[in-house]
């Protein structure tokens, strides 16, 4: 009969072939291990490009999230410095999850290096269009100057084309009063494409929102003003005042939408409300005619 020391011998021969360190900490899969945490242990990414989430959206999430429960697991990385985990992929469910009053989410560990987070962060985003023109350009300049992607390699790695991405990242070179405007709607980025590279291009920002143009308006003007055939537009555009400016904050954070308030002539002017959808559009109805009354 075997001692017990040989049994205790027997029994670690696994351990002694791979290692104790192996068994105490074993590397995760490639395709990661799901688990379910208390939320309070996540936190948002370091690497996402994704900078704005609505209040309204994250609500309409929320009240999904609370009838059918979070059904696509956060992808997560371990930090180990910190503590608990970093959001990979899924802070917006992350985040109306909060809202729902969940406690526990799933979620899917990996093992990934920070080249790795900020490629799946942007496919993520840039797949969902959930990124606006500078995120997203943001986004591709940070691979680009961090990793030393090409731009080739990088269109072929986000299945976009080169054309698209090198357009995309020629936004970063707009003054950053032009790129806050196409960070929150007022400007698309085939407007702002058109102003790259402009000393002009505040203040044609500026008239293009004032005058609503559309892109090919922008485009003849452009070519009407470096002709000649008009004249440029003036260097200096008048400047809201602080209680304007106050004044739109307050029904921004109060409604959860983007608000510009236009001075007209004398005490006119005219209030607008920036809706991304038709489901922003309803939440605005109720909030200023009540809700409808059921038929």
Excluded: C
């Excluded at 205790?8 to 021969?13: K, Q």
């Excluded at 899917?108 to 797949?127: K, T």
């Excluded at 986004?139 to 990793?147: A, H, K, S, T, V």
């Excluded at 004249?231 to 959860?256: C, H, I, Q, W, Y």
Aim: cysteine-free; overall charge negative.
């Amino acid at each position: 009969m075997n001692s017990p020391l040989q049994k205790g011998r027997l029994g670690r021969g696994l351990a002694s072939l791979i290692g104790e360190t192996a068994i105490a900490n074993p590397r995760l899969p490639q395709e990661g291990e799901q688990r379910v945490v208390p939320i309070d242990q996540l936190r948002g990414g370091r690497f996402n490009p994704r900078k704005e989430f609505k209040e309204p959206e994250l609500l309409e999430l929320a009240a999904s999230i609370q009838q059918h429960g979070l059904v696509q697991p956060i992808i997560v990385r371990a930090d180990p410095i910190a503590g608990g985990y970093e959001i990979v992929a899924g802070e917006r469910r992350w985040r109306a999850s909060q809202r729902a009053g969940l406690h526990q989410v799933p979620v899917i560990v990996r093992e990934l290096e920070d080249r790795d987070v900020i490629e799946m962060a942007i496919i993520e985003n840039v797949q969902r269009e959930d990124l606006n023109a500078i995120e997203e350009a943001s986004g591709y300049n940070e691979l680009i100057q961090r990793f030393n992607y090409t731009q080739e390699q990088l269109a072929e790695q986000i299945g976009k084309s080169r054309s698209h991405l090198a357009n995309t990242i020629r936004l970063l070179r707009l003054p950053e009063t032009v790129q806050a405007m196409v960070s929150d709607g007022r400007l698309t980025a085939g407007h702002a494409r058109a102003l790259v590279g402009r000393v002009d291009a505040d203040v044609l920002a500026h008239r293009i929102i004032e005058q609503d143009l559309n892109v090919r308006d922008v485009e003849a003007l452009m070519q009407q003003i470096d002709k000649g055939v008009v004249a440029p537009p003036p260097s200096r555009v008048r400047e809201k005042d602080a209680d304007t400016k106050a004044f739109e904050n307050m029904l921004a954070e109060t409604l959860g939408l983007k608000v510009e308030i236009k001075r007209g002539s004398g005490e006119s002017g005219t209030l607008m409300i920036k809706y991304g959808n038709f489901d922003q559009l309803e939440y605005l109805r109720e909030r200023l005619l009540g809700p409808t009354v059921g038929h």
